[in-house]
């Protein structure tokens, strides 16, 4: 799953909130 953790990274860089999401998205996938 290193791609997602790649898009993530890319995608919080773009947008801020995106961070909230990836928190959210990261214990759900796990």
Not at 12 to 30: H, M, Y
């Amino acid at each position: 799953m290193e791609l997602l953790s790649m898009t993530f990274e890319r995608s919080d860089r773009s947008l801020p909130a995106t961070r909230q999401i990836d928190c959210r998205i990261v214990p759900g996938a796990g």
